[in-house]
């Protein structure tokens, strides 16, 4: 049986792109020297030439902007950070009890534009009932992702209003969502980042590589979190403790990399 110690490893390796996207989702605002990024994608085993290369091509695909003396984050992955931010932050707000539906039109559509609208979806946490149908409660505030936002307004009708039957919310959520798995998955990260914390609480620089991948795996887990009213989630859910144990992870994590970035200067 493989240990829990071992899970870090289990993760899927980073690519060049995705350590200079992840590094540069984590900070605010999202940019950073050249040397900074360099030095954090030679901490996951990415030599500086092939983080040069992974820039430079992050530049000509609109993901990075050149800044003075190194780079920002630019287009979709902006927009995902706006997503991330709301993820990491997300406190319950008073639910009025409406949902927001969303219906696709029956006419035909290109596939990239039927692509295009479950992604703004997803980005825009709805669930899918059906096809062609996306839901969701309303209590989440607008304007955080307008792109998004654009691109349902284009291709779909929205319609706003309780359920028929609202004590079937909670169903309705289970439904849609996969909430236990989202949960136990949580759980598992929960696990996974308690040893690290403790790794870097001590100081341990050794804990920075290990801690960088699970920390974009809690990232990438809280932007899957459907941000629901606590009245249709299930008893026990975990996503306000993640969001803890992923702030205190964060701060301490950067702490750490700072110190050992001072000693490669």
Do not use: C
């Not at 709301?86 to 409406?98: F, N, V, Y």
């Not at 929960?190 to 795996?217: H, K, M």
């Amino acid at each position: 049986m493989t240990s829990r110690r071992n899970a870090p490893e289990r993760r899927r390796r980073l690519t060049a792109r995705s350590v200079i996207a992840s590094t540069l989702l984590g900070v605010n605002p999202p940019e950073l020297p050249t040397a900074s990024l360099v030095s954090s994608a030679d901490l996951l085993g990415v030599t500086p030439g092939t983080a040069r290369v992974a820039m430079s091509r992050m530049v000509a695909a609109g993901e990075l902007e050149p800044t003075g003396n190194g780079y920002r984050l630019a287009g979709h992955l902006l927009a995902r950070q706006a997503r991330q931010d709301q993820s990491r932050s997300w406190t319950p707000t008073t639910w009025s009890g409406a949902w927001r539906t969303v219906l696709v039109p029956a006419e035909a559509r290109s596939p990239a534009d039927r692509t295009q609208l479950r992604r703004a979806m997803a980005a825009l946490r709805f669930g899918e009932l059906r096809d062609g149908v996306w839901l969701r409660p309303d209590n989440l505030p607008a304007g955080i992702l307008p792109s998004a936002e654009a691109v349902a307004a284009e291709q779909s009708i929205t319609l706003v209003g309780p359920l028929a039957e609202p004590a079937d919310g909670a169903a309705l959520a289970r439904t849609v969502w996969d909430l236990d798995g989202w949960a136990a998955s949580a759980t598992s990260l929960l696990d996974e980042l308690a040893p690290l914390q403790a790794r870097l609480d001590a100081g341990d620089a050794s804990a920075l590589a290990d801690g960088f991948i699970v920390g974009a795996a809690v990232l990438r887990h809280l932007q899957a979190d459907p941000l629901l009213p606590p009245d249709l989630l299930p008893d026990g859910w975990p996503g306000a403790v993640l969001r803890t144990a992923e702030d205190r992870f964060d701060r301490t994590f950067k702490s750490v990399l700072r110190t050992w970035l001072l000693t490669r200067a």
